[in-house]
């Protein structure tokens, strides 16, 4: 069994499609714990989740902004990262034996309020080899009210601002993209999932990032005081206002506890709580992959 399981693994590296191997040998776990995660809409119709189907938009448009409805993701979140545009995006890139880059644009998530709007910019740094590719995010917070716009950075690990240099996060072969998913009821707070890691591995976690528009700093959480390979962030807690919840684990083990995180980072298990998100998902003709800039 042991020797079917590593001719299995390498033969799954040497496919293009190849991206995260641990997750996905364990992606039936990451299901069936996925299915006990309610994420109720609530009474307000403001109240939905982030992960609901893009809007397909026209072919005339651009060939290139074709977007496929059905969302994967490696860690099978309920809040999915645009995964399939980082594979067609490879794919192509493998196929023509090209390098270049690639752009994407999130759909909007608008604040309870309707003052607010934030949504992501992700870039892909394409190479024919998804190890030499690196994937980066900048995050925008818009005030619909007078049009100022300001950006939104995480501290996590492997974090970068596209649009600041920095050598230090100029890494091949790392991802890291930052996808708003929830606001609070009250559009005070706006959370955003960091997911971050490195190509045809099993390394890969998601960070909360969580705005104050009180304070207007951005703080960046994780599980902490616990062993986990992975974290899956799920939302803001239902039962404190004050936490977000994570799913985290070991690969290979079933059974993943919720976790209950406070803006501090004080971590404890979450007993009979579920995670809740806020805001009005909205597609615009920009929403998807872009044009070549």
């Excluded at 594979?87 to 608008?110: D, I, K, N």
């Excluded at 607010?116 to 925008?140: C, D, H, K, W």
């Excluded at 985290?248 to 979450?270: K, S, Y």
């Amino acid at each position: 069994m042991f020797k079917s399981i590593v001719c299995l693994l390498g033969w799954f590296r040497k496919q293009p499609y190849s991206l995260l191997l641990a997750p996905m040998l364990v992606v039936h776990t990451l299901s069936a714990q996925a299915e006990q995660v309610n994420i109720p809409t609530g009474a307000s119709p403001s109240s939905v989740s982030s992960s609901q189907p893009l809007i397909e938009v026209p072919e005339e448009i651009a060939p290139d902004m074709i977007e496929t409805q059905v969302q994967i993701d490696p860690l099978n979140s309920p809040h999915p990262v645009p995964w399939n545009w980082v594979l067609a995006s490879h794919a192509e890139l493998t196929a023509t034996e090209t390098v270049g880059l690639r752009y994407y644009r999130s759909q909007s998530l608008v604040s309870p309020d309707g003052n607010y709007a934030a949504y992501s910019r992700l870039q892909m740094q394409g190479q024919p080899e998804l190890y030499n590719s690196r994937v980066t995010s900048i995050m925008f917070l818009e005030n619909l009210q007078t049009g100022d716009l300001r950006t939104i950075t995480p501290s996590s690990p492997l974090a970068d601002n596209p649009l600041v240099s920095s050598e230090a996060g100029d890494v091949p072969g790392t991802f890291a993209i930052l996808m708003p998913i929830s606001w609070s009821p009250s559009s005070d707070r706006l959370l955003a999932r960091q997911f971050e890691g490195m190509f045809n591995t099993g390394d890969a976690s998601d960070y909360a990032v969580i705005w104050d528009r009180q304070s207007n700093q951005v703080s960046t959480l994780a599980p902490q005081g616990i062993d986990y390979t992975n974290a899956v962030l799920l939302g803001w807690s239902q039962t404190n206002p004050d936490q977000v919840l994570f799913r985290a684990g070991v690969l290979g083990d079933e059974n993943w506890p919720i976790l209950a995180v406070d803006f501090h980072g004080d971590t404890a298990l979450a007993f009979e709580d579920e995670p809740i998100v806020y805001g009005q998902a909205v597609n615009q003709v920009w929403t998807g992959p872009q044009a070549r800039w």
